[in-house]
């Protein structure tokens, strides 16, 4: 089962490629140079924002999620090898449709997750250390069974992995209480990250609506938090290098074998993505005569991570999804091969990697006049910003011209 992510080929881009480097190259520069002569103080706060005296359901939505959960059970368990729903459920409704509903609504999955029918009655407290490195592990987990294992739709292999990760969670569960969940289930983590972009927020326990660049300021720097969103910015940029004929050629015949090359490739780009980033905020830190910028500028590469993940899976979402849907609930039905126009396919992925990288200027800019020195501050994100115009053209090579 082949799980496609793209339109195909650069002749599918509604203007030449080159255009699109262009106008991307503007937009970021623009940007810069506006923010650095206009935005002098920080301007985006997590404390505003009205609180919302509406109550979700949530105890009902988790037991329907465990119903689902035990429906894709069973399509794993019993169902037939040719046309099972359960891969589709899982890759497709589940890991990409996160996206768009935690863009919407917020951390759903903390709101959806049959874990937290669990008694919240903790043994120990959760160590602070762990932070967000159990959340980065399950992500590069689930990464790695999607995009390197032998058979990513095979019933065994995604049965393992449930096996693992419920375990996990029920563990983490038992003996930290609720507090586990927020960053040791990597779902949540990822759903609550990409909902820190969304303008529905969770303040103090309550949900409230606010500016989502306030709310993209409200992610507090946590260990582990850099690694995760790597593995969601290194992950998604092995996918486009995963098709490239080059790189399928030295899986097929590369002495390590495709796993252990796979797995190789991915670690590399995981690894280069948190090398590059660590080095501009060292040299960043230099500039502006300040340390410990890291962690305190991951913020900023979540609306980047988002435009990947939307860049290479909103093609996904809407053909497969009808799949999905269609096996899952046995439906009569054919699967509409064009349901949007393979130009508004590139449309869709040429902005959103434009707008992610852009809000991720607007945001290390505003936390860079807030840590640094006034006259250092723009200065000092040279080369955070020199970065995410690498990574810019980078990530529309990668879906264009691989």
Known sequence: MIFAHGVGSRSDLPI?????????????????????LLWADSRFDA???RVLRMRPPVRPLRWLTLAALLYTLGWLILGPADDNAAPYL???????????????????????????????????????????WPAAAGLLAFTWMELVAPEPAAPGTLLAFLLLY????????????????RHGDPFEAYSTLIGHLSPVGRRDGALVLRNPLDNLDAITPAPGLVATVC????????????????????LQSGPLGRVGLGTAGLLAAIALVALLYGACL?????IGGARGLTPRFAHSLVPIAIGYLVAHYFSLLVIEGQRAVILALGLDAQVNQEPVSPGVIATVQVLSIIAGHVLGVVAAHDRSVRLLPADRAVAGQIPLFVLMLCYTLGGLTLLFAA
């Open 282 to 286: 060292r040299l960043a830190g230099l």
């Open 231 to 250: 593995v969601l910015l290194g992950s998604t940029g092995y996918d486009g290098i995963s098709t490239a004929p080059a790189w399928v050629d030295a």
């Open 166 to 181: 419920g375990t996990a969670q029920v563990t983490g569960v038992l003996r930290y209480g609720h507090a586990w969940l």
């Open 90 to 132: 899982i890759y497709v409704l589940f890991w990409v449709g996160l996206v768009p509903l935690s863009l919407l609504l917020g951390p759903v999955w903390r709101g959806l997750s049959p874990f937290r029918l669990l008694p919240d009655r903790p043994r120990a407290p959760l160590p602070a250390r762990l932070g967000y």
């Open 47 to 49: 404390d505003r924002g």
């Open 16 to 36: 030449p490629l080159f255009y699109a480097y262009a106008g991307a190259f503007a937009a970021l520069v623009i940007s810069f140079l506006a923010l650095g």
